[in-house]
């Protein structure tokens, strides 16, 4: 493991970033969005590559890395949607809500279905508490999403069109 | 400035910065500790109060505080020992136990656990706590060291040991909340990452959660085969620390009784390490002797150390060409055994089995390297137990170690030189090879053989010794970190150093990571190491060159020192590893 190469563009590019950087070290955080920016998660490879770029050792990469939930390790679809799980939501229904969307994608949170289309995964409080229960996808905000119906209607939206 | 301030209705002055902690030691208060470990010698500090056990009453704060942490502050009024510290102490003792494995009778740290000793001072009885039990697999992928993350209390000592003062970094904490546990990159097995198995992780683990991977059985089962001749022989740190196993002072020198235990529990032979380490000494002085003649690369870096071998095959895989080629004592004397002394015998090499009882658990791992071997089924040495092992050996054959006779290792690979003895201790290796080293250049004899500047605990110590009108630059390291430092001036080309001895592990292997265990009381390894150079003061012989069996050695078997028949066995290759 380890060692199989990135897709080249996307390697150079973050190098390249990483090389306009005075504190690399300090800079890890950083380094690490702009990587999952590029490769849409963050594997192995890229973060023992990201280790050896900034002397860090890759232990310590991938502690933070697991620490943080924005990373994540696996690939994602290419629509992310997210329940909001913060205490406003929680009493309205996030639970159901969520239930709802594993239900209707048959993925579990955390996962990606398996053409790729959507992940489910949680949040917590995006400040539309007022809306609440309330879905992300791709960072824009439905709410009140209590009927399977709304919910179905939603995710089409972000299906192709048949 | 100093700090004036009270605690439990004692008044006491102590400098400003100063933790609650320390001040309370000041004053005979000892305040229980978990998480918590300072080794200054080593520059270890590990205070990141994770295990709230230190926890005290301070008044005017609505909150305990955790004494390891919190510096000493004017006026302050602290209790340690009111009734809401004791309770709280004890109740994070109980939570913690409520995610452990209570299999502490069959746990390899049982009565050596400081989370145990300390559940019994704090009188936890019961646990008041029932919930959810974390479930890691157990990691046995290496040679050397065992990983059983469910033991795992999140104190972080070992990152703090492996990131800070070894610079290895092959541990962090992963994962968030209930689920944090220390962790390899990317859960990789141990054996697949940088990690060099000095040990160091393992003698500051305050629980089971790292330990060496017990190889008794197998010498059990070696001892009781009657078509193997089993050979044993020992490592110069482990004759001054096996003793504590058996209730004696560290430090104390044990040879003789070693010796007794180790024939008692059926080895057909008993040689001494301490033999090849005169023999390494042979051929390392030669090689760099060789080097300068010949315009070789400076400085020469001894190669004892399996650890830091490991160490630079990971780190500088660039520099591999200046490592001395020197195999490791113990591997050279497995060598001779299953050929020289095999032939010696009449017998068979691939029915002699050969066991190392050394004070690292980095040699097991060693002992496993392919290229210590002669051909696929003839390892060099075969099985490697630690100090630790051995005094359980012992127990378990129920010999009364106290009790025992005296006796003499066995001729020919038994005999030994002071100057292999302080092998063992930091310095020792270059303070033997000068001693050689000087009468072999100068024909001259050396009247004082002791090199004090080269022992002692500083990481980094440094001499010049002029010889025959040359000056040899020397520096002794210890401690992967001080090892760094160098090898990268090395690296930059700012070094000019001819000779350096590299030891992984903090005071050199009598502070090894298979040695009992030494509870954060450095003074032990400062005990081992006098009693090393008590052993090098009582010997007659103090310099390699002069042990008449190495002399015998070479004139009937190996030829000249750095020969060709030597290269072949006493010498190895290094590869370009990875850092994971």
Excluded at chain 1, 99 to 127: M, S, W, Y
Excluded at chain 2, 81 to 102: F, G, N, T
Excluded at chain 2, 386 to 407: G, N, W
Aim: glycine share 8%; with cysteine; net charge negative.
């Amino acid at each position: 493991m380890c060692d199989s190469a990135s897709p080249n563009q996307f390697a150079q590019k973050l190098d390249s970033y990483i090389d306009s950087l005075t504190h690399k070290k300090e800079n890890l955080i950083g380094v690490l969005h702009y990587a999952q920016e590029i490769y849409g998660y963050l594997p192995d490879n890229v973060q023992w590559h990201i280790a050896q770029r900034l002397d860090i050792p890759s232990a310590a990469v991938y502690g933070v890395v697991s620490f943080y939930s924005f990373f994540t390790m696996i690939p994602r679809g290419e629509h992310v949607v997210n329940v909001c799980t913060g205490t406003a939501c929680f009493v309205r229904g996030a639970e159901k809500l969520k239930e709802e969307l594993e239900n209707q994608l048959k993925i579990k949170a955390g996962e990606t279905t398996p053409d790729n289309l959507f992940t489910l995964e949680t949040l917590r409080c995006v400040g539309a508490c007022g809306l609440a229960p309330v879905m992300i996808v791709d960072g824009e905000v439905h709410g009140r999403m209590h009927e399977a119906q709304d919910i179905n209607e939603v995710l089409a939206k972000y299906r192709p069109e048949s | 400035m100093d700090i004036q301030l009270t605690i439990n209705d004692i008044s006491l002055k102590v400098p400003e910065g100063m933790s609650i902690l320390d001040a309370a030691r000041t004053i005979n208060i000892d305040i229980p500790t978990l998480c918590y470990l300072k080794l200054n010698e080593m520059h270890y500090n590990n205070n990141i109060a994770s295990c709230r056990v230190c926890v005290v009453e301070i008044e005017g704060r609505r909150n305990l505080a955790s004494s390891c942490s919190t510096p000493v502050s004017s006026g302050m009024v602290v209790r340690t020992d009111s009734l809401r510290a004791i309770q709280a102490r004890r109740a994070m003792v109980e939570l913690l136990l409520s995610d452990h494995p209570k299999s502490c009778l069959t746990c390899a740290k049982n009565q050596d656990c400081d989370l145990q000793s300390l559940a019994s001072e704090l009188g936890v009885r019961h646990i008041s706590y029932e919930g959810e039990e974390s479930e890691f697999e157990i990691d046995k992928s290496s040679s050397s060291i065992v990983r059983d993350p469910n033991k795992c209390i999140r104190c972080r000592r070992c990152e703090t040991m492996c990131n800070e003062v070894q610079t290895v970094g092959v541990y962090s904490a992963v994962g968030r909340g209930f689920e944090t546990v220390v962790k390899t990159a990317f859960d990789l097995p141990l054996s697949q990452t940088a990690c060099t198995f000095c040990g160091q992780c393992i003698a500051v683990c305050p629980t089971g959660a790292l330990t060496e991977l017990d190889q008794v059985d197998k010498v059990w089962k070696a001892l009781n085969d009657p078509d193997q001749f089993v050979v044993v022989q020992t490592a110069p740190a482990v004759r001054v620390a096996l003793g504590e196993g058996f209730g004696l002072e560290p430090g104390t020198i044990v040879t003789g009784k070693m010796v007794a235990a180790l024939r008692r529990l059926g080895f057909d032979r008993v040689f001494d390490t301490d033999f090849a380490a005169d023999l390494t000494i042979m051929e390392e002085a030669t090689e760099l002797v060789h080097r300068i003649e010949h315009g070789g690369r400076l400085p020469l870096l001894t190669s004892c150390c399996p650890a830091w071998v490991k160490f630079f095959e990971h780190q500088f895989p660039d520099l591999l060409d200046i490592p001395s080629t020197c195999k490791s004592p113990h591997e050279m004397l497995g060598v001779l055994i299953k050929s020289y002394y095999a032939r010696t015998l009449g017998i068979d090499p691939k029915t002699i089995t050969v066991v190392s009882v050394m004070p690292c658990v980095a040699k097991k791992y060693e002992a496993a390297r392919p290229e210590l071997s002669q051909g696929a089924e003839t390892a060099d040495v075969d099985i490697v137990i630690t100090t630790r092992e051995l005094i359980r050996m012992i127990r378990e054959a129920s010999i009364h170690f106290d009790h025992l006779k005296e006796q003499e290792f066995d001729h020919p690979l038994g005999e030994s030189t002071g100057a292999s003895v302080i092998f063992g201790a930091t310095g020792g290796v270059l303070e033997a090879a000068l001693r050689t080293a000087y009468e072999v250049l100068t024909g001259e004899t050396l009247e004082k053989v002791e090199f004090e500047a080269l022992r002692g605990m500083d990481g980094l110590k440094e001499a010049v010794i002029p010889i025959s009108g040359r000056d040899y630059r020397a520096a002794v390291i210890h401690g992967l970190g001080n090892a760094r430092t160098v090898l990268e001036k090395i690296r930059a080309g700012e070094s000019n150093y001819d000779v350096i001895e590299i030891m992984a592990c903090p005071g050199g292997c009598i502070g090894g990571g298979g040695q009992p265990y030494h509870h954060g009381n450095l003074e032990i390894l400062a005990e081992r190491a006098q009693g090393l150079y008590r052993e090098d003061r009582a010997k007659p012989l103090r310099k390699s060159h002069e042990n008449p069996a190495i002399i015998g050695l070479y004139k009937d078997y190996l030829g000249e020192p750095y020969g060709e028949r030597a290269h072949k066995l006493l010498h190895t290759s290094y590869v370009a590893r990875k850092k994971i």
